[in-house]
């Protein structure tokens, strides 16, 4: 009895210094990538490129059973490679399980945007989505589907199309989930249908318990219609409950 815990707690030791180590690297490889894009936007691009941290809070309570699945959310985004404030968001997010492989819903974002002037203006933002999902042994894959229309004014509508399709494989015996993704957008109204840009992802997913996850990610932005590209690193922290 006393050597199987002896050797419950080495194991439990051992699997949680595989997640430090795992995680230190993971550390240092996003702070590469931080300083290599803030290099990079420095280069003497001028308006072409800029970098930015975007940091996101979000609480998932489950009030009515587990079909359901809500998301409120805060979100901070820097630009000016990292020195100036970009906007603040806040935002509500509710799904519907039909089974393991679709769900649907809809979502709504409040931004203060900073203008050029320093002073921040608000905008507003209504979608519908449909999530397609599957997953095969230790990897699994998504494609999230969202019709948005932001606006200043209700009168003045501006309608477009994101498509997210995002795989991850979850490392045996640690909590990491590493992924990449790729987001094209693309208008809908009241300009005629055309691609106008496209996002790139890779990062992990850090599972602390099945209540607190973290995602640790790059995110690469580029417009299709003109030159200017956008780096970010982007910190999210989840909370179910």
């Not at 979000?58 to 100036?84: A, V």
């Not at 806040?90 to 492989?101: K, T």
């Not at 599972?207 to 219609?225: A, C, I, P």
Request: some cysteine.
């Amino acid at each position: 009895m006393v050597c199987r815990r002896v050797a419950g707690r080495l194991c439990t030791v051992y699997r949680y210094s595989r997640i430090q180590d795992s995680m230190k690297k993971l550390t240092m490889i996003f702070l590469s990538v931080l300083f290599a894009c803030a290099r990079t936007a420095n280069a003497g691009e001028g308006k072409k490129q800029d970098a930015g941290l975007w940091v996101f809070a979000g609480i998932s309570p489950q009030p009515f059973g587990g079909k359901w699945q809500m998301l409120y959310g805060l979100e901070y985004r820097s630009k000016e490679h990292f020195r100036e404030t970009s906007l603040w968001c806040v935002s509500v997010n509710v799904n519907y399980i039909f089974n393991s492989f679709i769900q649907a819903g809809t979502g709504y974002e409040f931004f203060m945007n900073r203008q050029a002037d320093g002073c921040f203006s608000p905008e507003y933002r209504y979608y519908p989505e449909a999530i397609f999902s599957c997953k095969l042994g230790a990897f699994s894959a998504s494609l999230r589907s969202r019709v948005m229309n932001t606006f200043t004014q209700v009168s003045d509508p501006y309608w477009e199309g994101r498509n997210r399709l995002k795989t991850s494989y979850a490392i045996r015996g640690t909590r990491l989930k590493p992924f990449v993704a790729v987001e094209p957008y693309h208008d809908i109204y009241p300009v005629k249908p055309r691609f106008r840009k496209i996002r790139y992802f890779a990062g992990s997913s850090i599972s602390f318990n099945r209540r607190q996850k973290f995602d640790v990610y790059y995110l690469r932005e580029e417009y299709l219609h003109n030159p200017f590209l956008r780096h970010a690193i982007q910190v999210e922290y989840n909370l179910s409950f």
